[in-house]
């Protein structure tokens, strides 16, 4: 019994070992913006997109838009679509295109391409008023992403 737990746990750590991480500049964008493949290589962890979304300095969600089942939290947006049933109405390969970069699927939208890193239009360094040297970090990791797309599958409720 413990031989085959230990099996089992070696499997589990070298599928981990095995999953890479997809580089921003390598993500396949879908004809309408989906991602069929993980960027991680691991599932997302729906508590761990819960936080990123209410956090500042992460993704921040309720910032932009309105979220019934986290209530709980203060200041909700109204200038993105409210994400209530957004697990019921969109796939998940779609809402991982949508979280890394929105405008592969709204060329208008204002949301921020949170696994983008190049492309911008004059990116500042921090608040220092100066422009950004070298090349930029994603706003969120592969993982994150990930994460967020996770907790947004569990909003099936109108």
Not at 8 to 27: F, H, Q, R, W
């Amino acid at each position: 019994m413990k031989q085959m737990f230990l099996t089992a746990a070696v499997l589990a750590c070298a599928t981990v070992a095995k999953a890479e991480v997809v580089a921003p500049g390598d993500v396949q964008f879908g004809e309408y913006g989906a991602i069929e493949a993980s960027l991680s290589g691991v599932p997302g962890n729906a508590d761990s997109g819960l936080e990123i979304m209410v956090t500042r300095g992460k993704g921040n969600c309720i910032a932009c838009h309105a979220v019934s089942a986290l209530e709980d939290y203060p200041f909700h947006g109204e200038v993105g679509p409210s994400l209530d049933g957004v697990g019921a109405r969109w796939s998940e390969a779609e809402l991982r295109g949508l979280v890394a970069n929105a405008k592969m699927t709204f060329d208008g939208t204002v949301m921020p391409a949170f696994y983008q890193t190049t492309g911008f239009n004059r990116p500042g360094n921090a608040f220092t008023g100066k422009a950004a040297e070298g090349e930029l970090d994603p706003l969120l990791t592969a993982q994150e992403i990930e994460d967020v797309v996770a907790y947004l599958m569990t909003l099936n409720e109108y």
